[in-house]
């Protein structure tokens, strides 16, 4: 179940509850200085909030944001975040070129990260232990074997 953290016209932030970990999604409107910083400021208050380890963004609908921007949320904003705990992220990726390439350019210390197809898969990945591999769902198949006589 989700529970909604903040919600503008450009993006909606929320906890996943059972999978303890956050879900942003943007939209296609979030451009300019101001509707970017405001979605960082927003993602780091929630955060704070709810004292998440890990968030996955959904950013199929992202554009590339500004230089002078991007340069700030690389070198100072993840950085920070990780000194604060902040410790896995899942990335889906924009659809639009400049963007995708900006994100998956993204190198911050200590964080890991992962980019994924869809929401569910991501939010599976972060829903597993820290540093564990994921816990298979379902037993695996096996062979028959024949009876003996």
């Avoid at 970990?21 to 943007?26: D, F, H």
Wanted: hydrophobic share 40%; with cysteine; aromatic share 10%.
């Amino acid at each position: 179940m989700h529970q909604s953290l903040s919600r503008s016209s450009d993006f909606d932030i929320s906890w996943i509850e059972g999978s303890e970990c956050m879900l942003a999604v943007v939209r296609n409107s979030m451009h300019g200085f101001r509707g970017v910083s405001t979605f960082f400021s927003r993602m780091r208050d929630s955060r704070c909030q709810t004292e998440s380890i890990s968030w996955a963004l959904d950013l199929r609908d992202a554009r590339k944001i500004p230089d002078e921007l991007w340069n700030w949320v690389s070198a100072s904003w993840y950085p920070q975040l990780v000194d604060e705990g902040l410790r896995r992220q899942a990335l889906i990726l924009p659809s639009a070129g400049p963007a995708r390439a900006q994100w998956k350019s993204l190198q911050a210390r200590s964080l890991v990260q992962e980019s994924f197809a869809s929401v569910p898969r991501a939010i599976m990945w972060l829903s597993t232990e820290y540093d564990q591999p994921p816990v298979r769902r379902r037993a695996p198949r096996t062979a028959a074997v024949p009876a003996r006589s």
